[in-house]
């Protein structure tokens, strides 16, 4: 049974950056597609960058293109999300899911996924 292990959050100045991982256990990182979701108080969770274990495809919330990143590291069995040019507005509680599916679209479903971590809260101050 596949488990996620979320870290890497913590209280940054705007402007600033965090490095998110997952770290993937009881599978193979290549063979699931990761996600980061977050949640802010008194707002929905959405996805904010999502990789395919298939062949790499990437997919990034219009709110944090150009400044996240999502990557993996097959050989630590890891998908990390850098964060920079942190803003207020990206304060939430991060957590990183596992998919067998592959397709993009279905990808930014949180009801896609199957296995969540426990969260990382990130807090960005003015």
């Known amino acids: 049974e596949v488990q996620l292990q979320a870290s890497g959050g913590g209280l940054v100045q705007a402007g600033g950056s965090l490095r998110l991982s997952c770290a993937v256990s009881?599978?193979?990182?290549?063979?699931?597609?990761i996600g980061w979701f977050r949640q802010a108080p008194g707002k929905e969770r959405e996805a904010v960058s999502c990789?395919?274990?298939?062949?790499?495809?990437?997919y990034n919330a219009r709110s944090v293109k150009g400044r996240f990143t999502i990557s993996s590291d097959n050989a630590k069995n890891t998908v990390y999300l850098q964060m920079n040019n942190l803003k207020p507005e990206d304060t939430a509680i991060y957590h990183c899911a596992a998919t067998r599916r592959f397709e993009v679209a279905a990808m930014t479903w949180d009801t896609t996924y199957d296995t969540w971590g426990q969260g990382t809260l990130v807090t960005v101050s003015s």
């Open positions: 990789i395919s274990g298939y062949d790499g495809t990437t």
């Open positions: 009881g599978g193979t990182v290549d063979d699931y597609s």
